[in-house]
């Protein structure tokens, strides 16, 4: 059984139909992808993208200091 919500299955042959993705959105409207396999030379190149977000506050007085990393 296909589930538009869920990428974790087994289910029908890929049959390049054109299937509802998840739910619909707030205005009403469907996403839709066409159900086929990927091909596994063009996934290769698929290198995603990493983003990294760091904050340190030091502070301190005569007697001490603190430093908090996140």
Do not use: C, H
Not at 37 to 54: C, I, M
């Amino acid at each position: 059984m296909f589930d538009p919500i869920e990428n974790q299955q087994y289910g029908p042959t890929f049959d390049g139909s054109i299937r509802d993705l998840g739910y619909p959105l707030e205005n009403g409207e469907q996403q839709t992808v066409k159900y086929e396999a990927l091909s596994a030379r063009k996934e290769f190149w698929e290198t995603g993208v990493q983003n990294q977000s760091d904050i340190s506050f030091n502070f301190g007085s005569e007697n001490s200091t603190s430093y908090v990393a996140a």
